[in-house]
């Protein structure tokens, strides 16, 4: 499986790679992922194909790329307080998969995913990792400050925290205001070393 094509050769127009990862979005919240084509894009972005194939090495890697675009999975808040930080990372992931085409692409991502399972490698790079990343450095730096238990199980906390999205949607309840707030402290309220007498 290659990837990383992007990243080879000469610098691309970055608003060359805007409209193509745009067009990819758009296509993908219209059609989902099987809908989809390299094609597709290309027409809607107003570009050749080997511009697309030049920037990713095939469908896989274009809709992961379009899906990070929106996420910003990396997206590492530091206000100094552990807890708002992590709200303000669940409030991205919620933005981008509620408000966005996210959940409705994820759902098509993970019904081809059965089909074609380096589908879901080329996600989990793209998005996954990024995402558990930049979550534990953010628990990293609140276990430095004493205010997070330093034996935390760190993959198990994020989960615990990110997959509140898709299952709240599942459930039909809509997000109300402060949401993110509520679902984040579900967690914080186990895993927050507290001030002895408290």
Known sequence: ???????????????VTSAILQAALKLLGENGYAGMSVEAVATAAGVGKTAIYRRYAGKAELAAAAMALARDPGFTPDTGDTRRDLILQLERSQKAMVDGPGLAIMGSLLVEAQRNPDLLKVFCARIRKPAMEAGTRVIRRGIERGDVAPDLDIDAALSAIW????????????????????????VWNGIAIRDVGQ
Do not use: C, I, S
Not at 6 to 13: I, M
């Open 1 to 15: 499986m290659k990837t990383g094509v992007e990243n080879r050769g000469r610098p691309r127009d970055p608003e």
């Open 163 to 186: 997959g509140q999205v898709p299952a709240h949607f599942l459930a039909g309840a809509g997000f109300a205001p402060g949401w993110a707030e509520r679902a984040v402290d579900v």
